[in-house]
């Protein structure tokens, strides 16, 4: 196997890696505390938004645009940046995005329009494009045993999730002695944390590891054009109107733009992504649970806070300690995701956790109007089964890759799970656009507005739960192709993940192997 490109400094084995989880605790430090930011952020944002919209006199739209405009940025040039990466270097990459992230939360502190704000957001996610595909791909290439992958894996999405789950717990105690703006200032020291480990724990990029072919700079325009208009169309439409010439054009764009990136991904001679890597059964099978898992938490983070402190009143305190369930679930559950694995395999730990992710956004959506305890049991659902599908899903995408695309990898396990999360935002917040009229932040609510505003909650949760299950079944088939147990878990000790039914193709001598083919050839 060749040289990892990224090494921790300090300790290594006798091939140059780290032969321990501690052995890499300082660039583990970093890699999660980007992490961390990707996931506290838009989760202590959603319970700011009540406030934010009061402030800042924000249309219904505009607080969708507040989420889903750093949704749109980071899903739209995550591959573009992961491609770059793999080029240039993923440590230097990483270190820009950080950079910049800092810089774009310090201007939250002059917003005082929700179009800056949008305009800080639109930063904040190019920043997270750069950054977070990274730090999955970093993690997997510093170790060359399978178990020790998947528990750095474990190791940076616990601090993402908690960040997730605690998010909007600590951001409605602080709006409750701070102002708003306060909750996108605390990424500043988050990204401080990220730079000094990354830059003290991993090693310059070695230019053998890395990528020479050139960067495929029209398939990436086509690529973050189809999914920005995929994202903004429905909100165009709902916004100006169905009969709205901009809307209609976006979409006639968005479908033009989707079709030529698929042309285009098909004829380059050195494509953004590789469709025929798309189409391996880890690879398909781990990015539909992925998808799955962030429609439905993204879907649910952001119609909760609309029932908590929108439907029922709740205010920011009290809808904090709502979602502390969610926290306790996601934090005790740490323990059990390495024996869960193992127990289960990989791909049976996939689709039972993306399944329960699900089944938490659709009881969501049939009954959180029946009262609090349904919304409880939302929460624990979605906590366990995010806990596992993180983890095992990208594990999943990164075994199924060569190992030269570890960051467009890692690039397409968080632009699945983004542009879901995404999507999810930008249809509940259409529906609830068009079922109730008037701004929702300033309007006054009379009875019949309320049970308009709770039948919206309900067609968006139940929607949303059946697309999210509709993506964990195609998973499931995907999965199946599969021969024998998929779980690197399994064999700890071996480089090998399992192969596929398919018929292998003839060797191309010129083509990347992945880590199994090495291995086997060895």
């Known amino acids: 196997m060749s040289s990892n ?11 140059g890696l780290p032969p321990r989880l501690s052995d890499a605790w300082i660039a583990l430090a970093g890699l999660s505390a980007v992490f961390l930011f990707e996931m506290l952020d838009n989760s202590v944002l959603n319970v700011a938004l009540p406030t934010i ?7 219904t739209t505009g607080l969708q645009w507040v989420s889903g405009a750093y949704s749109v940025a980071f899903g739209g040039l995550m591959l573009l940046f992961g491609a770059v990466a793999d080029r240039f270097g993923r440590r230097r990459v990483m270190l820009s995005g950080l950079v910049l992230l800092a810089v ?16 800080v957001r639109v930063l904040m996610g190019v920043a997270a494009a750069m950054t977070t595909p990274g730090s999955m791909a970093l993690a997997f290439r510093l170790f060359d045993d399978e178990g020790l992958r998947v528990r750095a894996l474990t190791v940076i999405s616990t601090a993402g999730l908690v960040g997730l789950a605690v998010g909007p717990t600590v951001g409605g105690f602080v709006l409750a002695v701070a102002p708003w703006q306060v909750l996108l200032l605390a990424d500043v020291p988050i990204a401080l944390l990220a730079l000094v480990g990354i830059r003290l724990g991993v ?7 890395l990528r020479r072919d050139p960067v495929d700079v029209v398939g990436a325009l086509l ?13 165009l439409l709902v916004d100006a109107g169905s009969a709205s ?40 099978s781990g990015l539909a649970f992925k998808a799955a898992s962030g429609l439905a938490v993204g879907g649910l983070s952001y119609l909760v806070t609309l029932q908590l402190q929108f439907a029922w009143g709740w205010p920011p305190v009290l809808a904090a300690v709502g979602t502390l369930p969610q926290v306790v679930v996601l934090l005790a559950g740490g323990r059990f995701v390495g024996p869960f694995v193992q127990r289960v395999g990989l791909g049976r730990a996939a689709w039972t956790s993306a399944a329960a992710v699900v089944s938490g956004l659709a009881v969501f959506g049939a009954l959180s109007r029946h009262g609090y305890v349904w919304v409880l049991v939302a929460l624990v659902l979605v906590a366990a089964g995010m806990r596992v599908v993180g983890v ?30 995404g999507a999810a935002v930008a249809v509940a917040g259409t529906v609830v656009a068009a079922v109730v009229t008037g701004s929702i932040t300033t309007t006054t609510w009379s009875a019949d507005r309320l049970a308009a505003f709770q039948d919206a909650l309900t067609v968006a949760g139940v929607g949303l739960a059946v697309v ?4 964990v079944v195609v998973g499931m088939l995907r999965a199946r192709h599969t021969d024998g147990p998929e779980d690197p878990v399994d064999a700890p000790t071996s480089d090998v993940p399992q192969t596929t039914t398919d018929t292998p193709a003839p060797t191309d001598p010129t083509r990347p192997t992945t880590h199994a083919e090495e291995t086997t050839r060895a």
């Open 5 to 15: 490109p990224a090494l921790p400094r300090g300790r290594s084995s006798t091939d």
């Open 468 to 471: 999210a299950a509709l993506l």
């Open 53 to 59: 919209g009061r402030d800042l006199g924000s249309s």
């Open 245 to 284: 010439v901009p809307g209609w054009l976006v979409l006639v764009l968005t479908v033009v733009s989707a079709t030529g990136f698929v042309i285009r991904e098909r004829t380059a001679r050195s494509p953004l992504v590789d469709l025929h890597l798309l189409a391996r059964p880890l690879v398909s």
């Open 104 to 119: 774009a939360s310090l201007a939250t502190a002059v917003v005082t329009t929700t179009g800056e704000l949008v305009a």
């Open 223 to 235: 690529g973050t054009a189809a999914t920005a208009g995929a994202l903004v169309t429905p909100t």
């Open 392 to 421: 095992v899903a990208g594990a999943s995408v990164l075994t199924g890759l060569p190992a030269d695309r570890t960051s467009v990898g890692a690039a397409l396990v968080d632009t699945s799970s983004e542009l879901a999360g």
């Open 203 to 209: 090693a310059r990029d070695e230019s053998a590891g």
